[in-house]
């Protein structure tokens, strides 16, 4: 499939709007995919020293 303008490809002959949004859909929930358990794990080792420190002050 051949554009002959930017703004012709952004249309995507006017499917532009489904197309970008599924574009967009797939990387935010590639993202949440990376970023959910690099969160989760920051929190569980925040939680772990915490607990060691209450543990050692006993």
């Known amino acids: 499939m051949s554009f002959s303008s930017f703004a012709e490809f952004v249309a995507?002959?006017?499917?532009?709007?489904?197309?970008?949004?599924?574009?967009?859909?797939s990387l935010a929930v590639?993202?949440?995919?990376?970023?959910?358990?690099?969160?989760?794990?920051?929190?569980?080792l925040q939680e772990?020293?915490?607990r060691l420190r209450r543990e050692a002050s006993k």
């Open 30 to 44: 590639l993202i949440l995919n990376v970023v959910g358990p690099l969160l989760a794990r920051r929190r569980y």
């Open 48 to 50: 772990e020293a915490r």
């Open 12 to 25: 995507m002959g006017n499917h532009g709007l489904y197309v970008w949004s599924a574009y967009g859909i």
